[in-house]
């Protein structure tokens, strides 16, 4: 039905459909069932979004086929224990290491981890502490020292996985 690539462009497999039409589909799915709404509106919104937005066009061949197949579904890493969803307080953070970056942090509550082959994080890559220090790496959930955490145990929702996400020292390359 293209539940899964609602704004992707359709040469990626997407739909490609305009913000009233998701809101719209998200809607009537959460009528039968929010955890399924909640986990498709962040696969859409927060995983393929930032990838459809600002990817290239070698990370939307890489990641598309298994994030519209049905295969997998996609996230984006955002708050944090200590900052919850206050971008300025954001501490995880990526530094430039030859070809790589590599990242230490910890992210809190993030929809979908577990089940994701490639999270979208947010992190600081600056030192000076405003808003243009943040940049969004691309990670492969399979990238060493990345811990997923088990899923967070909710009182609702609980069909739609949320995670702790610890990293350690993970080295992603730099086109990431």
Do not use: Y
């Amino acid at each position: 039905l293209g539940l899964l690539a609602l704004a992707v462009p359709e040469a990626h497999g997407g739909i490609e459909v305009d913000a009233v039409s998701q809101a719209i589909a998200l809607e009537e799915l959460g009528r039968a069932c929010g955890s399924t709404a909640l986990s498709l509106a962040a696969h859409n919104g927060l995983g393929c979004a930032p990838i459809t937005r600002w990817g290239t066009v070698e990370q939307q061949a890489q990641w598309f086929p298994a994030l519209t197949s049905g295969e997998t579904l996609g996230a984006l890493a955002l708050t944090e224990p200590s900052a919850g969803s206050d971008l300025l307080g954001v501490q995880t953070s990526a530094r430039r290491q030859g070809d790589s970056w590599v990242i230490n942090g910890a992210k809190a509550w993030i929809t979908n981890a577990g089940i994701a082959p490639v999270i979208t994080v947010l992190l600081r890559t600056g030192n000076g502490g405003g808003s243009h220090d943040f940049s969004m790496i691309l990670v492969d959930t399979k990238a060493e020292g990345l811990t997923v955490g088990s899923p967070e145990k909710k009182m609702g929702l609980r069909g739609s996985p949320t995670h702790m996400l610890s990293f350690e020292n993970v080295r992603v390359p730099l086109e990431n």
